[in-house]
């Protein structure tokens, strides 16, 4: 068994001693020595191993964090020539999240020809939409609304917010 206690050194600082089955005099190690007669290398492989487990624990609870919003598609309006939809993101997690992306396709012959408070990019029959201003905020437990307008009788499909399924 090794057990430790406080003494003052040479100096008048407290040093840890020690005492155990590997002692030297009287069973009493001084661990300050010890310690000073550990490589730097090897200090500094422990300080890096400690750096890199902070690094992994910040990480971990950023990544944990962040609920997963979902997003549910219905149409508010139709016209001869296509109708006007929303999606609602909803977060039903306990922390607010700053941003959030839908994609989506629409089948050829349908187009978008509007959209509020989001803008889009457009490659073939796949868009994805970004909010701007205050839209890019998903209160804790709350919900944001995408609308758009479609030209077309198509129904987008394959939805993904922030590239995970829709599943709303």
């Not at 997690?93 to 990019?121: E, H, K, M």
């Not at 939409?129 to 995408?146: E, I, K, M, N, Y």
């Amino acid at each position: 068994m090794w057990m430790a206690s406080l003494s003052p050194d040479s100096r008048g600082c407290p040093a840890a001693r020690g005492s155990g089955e590997s002692a030297g005099k009287g069973g009493r190690v001084d661990v300050v020595d010890r310690l000073r007669r550990i490589p730097g290398a090897a200090w500094a492989i422990v300080l890096a191993g400690l750096v890199a487990a902070a690094v992994v624990v910040v990480l971990a609870s950023a990544a944990g964090g962040s609920p997963t919003l979902t997003a549910s598609f219905r149409v508010v309006g139709q016209g001869s020539d296509g109708y006007d939809a929303e999606y609602t993101i909803t977060n039903p997690g306990d922390q607010d999240v700053n941003g959030w992306a839908i994609a989506f396709d629409l089948p050829p012959g349908t187009s978008v020809r509007s959209v509020a408070a989001a803008r889009y990019n457009r490659h073939g029959n796949h868009y994805t939409f970004s909010p701007v201003g205050v839209s890019a905020r998903v209160p804790a437990h709350g919900t944001q609304v995408l609308r758009f307008g479609a030209k077309g009788p198509g129904w987008p499909s394959d939805c993904t917010v922030n590239k995970q399924r829709c599943a709303g």
